[in-house]
């Protein structure tokens, strides 16, 4: 039997390759700082801040991760970073307070909304992510869009409207624009893992609201908790989880049924929540009361409440599903909490004056 040896060089350049595609690091705006801290997810530490504009609050990524684009709240541009040189390229100049954003699936167009409008209307920037330009500006009823996310094939983008108590449909090739009357102050959006249906949390009307995809129609209304915000569909596409920032607890809605079946207490304004990979846990910020809850999905009960830094705002499951990371929206931290034995495995500071979010990059 003849044993065949890869040359030595060959093995090392093998292993540069493989380390290079695990390699990842995380980008987090802060919004007092104007900056984007990019953190070493290995060390824990910060490796640079990238200067913004002012305000950042927001950061949408491209697929291939390498391009970000970053809202700017409080002077109406978009900038845009070199994530593997980690340096500011381009800034946009867009409408007021820019907010949310999403990039299309294909990578080629960034859809920014605002939380301010003119004449009673509110602009959706599309930007094309190659040229840095604004190709064009769409004007939606009111005077705040809180969120935006695309359907998977990418041909509608799903807008809550917070002003106008909607989800606007935008078709992301004649932008003409659809209104679907939903409850007032839609706030969060989130899509089922088929791209069938889209959820919004309308936080003044105290409801979810369930739409098909399909035929862009209301099909149910559910009465949830007060002042429902954060919002998410379990892996399985079985269950939706609702925040209630009003009555500090968790609304569990059947999907099938789309009813209310578990009301889960946490603790003090609960916020966004994220699942792990198999489902088998959720996480819910409480941000005002400094601590995360973890989920157990199958009996609908907490089964650990862990300490995080001030405000805790936007969380993130790392990619091999082990750490979950948490913006401390009013400090200059970020928590880490390993899933595995769920407690907190480290915090990182001086990350930068109110972290918002944490976003995977390259």
Known sequence: MKTYRLPLLLIIIAFAF??????????????????????????????????????????????????????????????VLDTVARTNIATIPVGQRPGESAI?????????????????????????????????????PGHWAKDILFTPDGRSAYIANFSAGEVDVMDTTTYQVTSIPTGAG??????????????????????VSAIDTATQQLIATIPVGQAPEGIGVTPNNEELYVTNQGDNTVSVI???TLTVIATIPTEDHPQRVVFTRNGAEAFVENGYSDTVSAIDTATHTVIAT????????????????KKLYVANASDTTVTVIDIPSLTVSDTIADVGAHPFEVVVGP
Do not use: W
């Open 18 to 79: 493989a380390s290079s595609a695990l390699a990842q690091s995380l980008f987090v705006p802060t919004r007092y700082s104007a900056g984007v801290a990019v953190i070493d997810p290995f060390t824990n530490q910060v490796l640079t801040q990238i200067p913004v504009g002012t305000f950042p609050i927001r950061l949408a990524m491209t697929p291939n991760r390498l391009k970000a684009f970053v809202s700017n709240g409080a002077d109406g541009t978009i900038s």
């Open 104 to 140: 299309t699936p294909d990578g080629g167009r960034l859809f920014v909304v605002h939380q301010s409008g003119v004449n009673r209307t509110c602009p959706v920037d599309i930007i094309d992510t190659a040229t840095n330009q604004v190709i064009t500006t769409v004007f939606i």
């Open 186 to 207: 839609s706030r969060r959006l989130c899509i089922s893992p088929a791209g069938d249906r889209v959820y919004v949390a309308n936080n003044n009307a105290r409801s």
């Open 254 to 256: 059947d999907t099938t």
């Open 306 to 321: 862990l300490p995080t830094g001030h405000n805790p705002f936007e969380m993130l499951i790392s990619p091999n599903g």
